[in-house]
DNA sequence: TGAAAAAGTGTGACTTTGTCACAGAAAGAA
DNA sequence: TTCTTTCTGTGACAAAGTCACACTTTTTCA
């Protein structure tokens, strides 16, 4: 059990090689698995941070939230993916609230902060890697800025819609209008509109509350366009 | 004057004293000087990037921009700020496209992207370093995305002239509509329409290119609430 | 110096997106 | 079944961005 984990973080940690055998000693003790139901908050940002989560299989998606409950997605993490944000008391200067949520069944690692935060200030790899991590989700973040700034609302959608599909595997998935409209950061209604649009024009069937794709490349070339 | 830009990166360095000699004699020796008039453009997203800038007076503005020309202001650099992402070779995982443009006259240091790169690949004080500062910046994008997705535009207009009065350190100051609206992320009209909304309730007098703050606290409290 | 060009601003009409209020349909619970 | 909750549709309106064009002030330079 302990070297099946040992072997599983060794290939997912790019920094298991190059600490020392105590460090990563105290990185299996100290190690614990989550698991989240579909729709669970796993870390809201207002609260004390519980570690640094490395997904194992699931899905999850980092948002944040206006005073008024508005929504938006930042990104979405899955298998082998770690949230740098769940532990973000380790960073100094990071003064805004990511929440994070199971979109589907979740299993995580948690790494407790304290060790997280002792390993970067002791071993180069690890804070390099760190480095990496953030630099990546901070690529993420302006990606959807630009999204959001300068792509009109009927791209996103198509594209949310065609992204979706590849998440679920198939262009025939279960998502209410009020949870596409959470992750673009806009309001059910026109997201119901604009469906409705699609629907018109034959690019997808709607259905309460599942989507079907059903003319692929029309949403393709929407995005493209 | 080789003591003095030591004395100076000392201070402004805080993992000045953490490297070793030959560090901060190979940083001494390829850091170079350099000017820019306000409104030159420092550095653009595409270009292979110079190095790393540390802004020893003057302003500098961050911003990204649309196909169509359309920008917005991420976050601005003073006295002794760096900008690492104009050093952002150095970080995999990183790829949008920022631009630097120096808002008054501004003077720099740059340490070169090699020289950046192989001292956080070695140092643990450099490298964790780098990670406080991307985390702020990170935190600076956050601040604006929030500002936004969730703030109405009269407020986020009034926040900014607010914020550049404090700059000019003067509550008169000279700059363009169509320079604000680049700033804001919005279009020239809609500043010229919300300035003469401003004027008419008395919070400020408009000139061509100038403007100034005349109720201070309407705009604060316009802000706040 | 005077005419042309460039820069800055104002405005109305229109489009897109978000908000509000409400209605109705589908699914689930008792 | 009946009641409740969840999900969606729609019209009226508000906020912000776009487009076209006009007008003024400043700068350029012949």
Redesign the interface.
């Known amino acids: 059990m302990k070297e099946h984990l040992e072997a599983y973080l060794g290939d997912v940690l790019p920094f298991w090689k190059k600490i020392e055998g105590r460090q990563r000693e105290l990185i299996l003790h100290t190690i614990r698995e989550n698991k989240f139901e579909a729709g669970q908050i796993m870390h809201a940002g207002a609260e004390e941070c519980a570690g640094m989560f490395l997904v194992v299989s699931g899905q999850v998606r980092a948002f944040?939230e206006?005073?008024?409950g508005?929504e938006?997605t930042l990104y979405r993490l899955q298998e082998r993916d770690l949230c740098i944000f769940s532990a973000s008391c380790v960073?100094?200067?990071?003064?805004?609230e990511v929440f994070l949520q199971a979109e589907k069944e979740t299993t995580c690692y948690l790494i407790p902060t304290k060790v997280f935060k002792e390993l970067?200030?002791?071993?180069?790899a690890v804070?390099?890697y760190?480095?990496?991590l953030?630099?990546?989700?901070?690529?993420d973040?302006?990606?959807m800025?630009?999204q959001?700034?300068?792509v009109s609302f009927d791209k996103r959608l198509a594209q949310f819609l065609l992204e979706q599909a590849v998440f679920e595997g198939s262009d025939e998935f279960q998502i209410t209008q009020e949870n596409i409209a959470r992750h673009l950061?806009s309001a059910r209604e026109v997201v119901s509109r604009m469906l409705n649009y699609f629907a018109q024009e034959g690019y997808v069937v709607v259905g309460r509350g599942k989507i079907s794709i059903v003319n692929r490349k029309a949403l393709e070339e929407l995005v493209d366009f």
Request: a neutral charge.
């Open positions: 944040i206006s005073k008024e508005k938006i960073l100094r200067n990071i003064n805004f970067s200030q002791e071993s180069l804070s390099n760190a480095n990496d953030l630099a990546s989700r901070f690529s973040v302006m990606w800025v630009e959001v700034l300068f950061g």
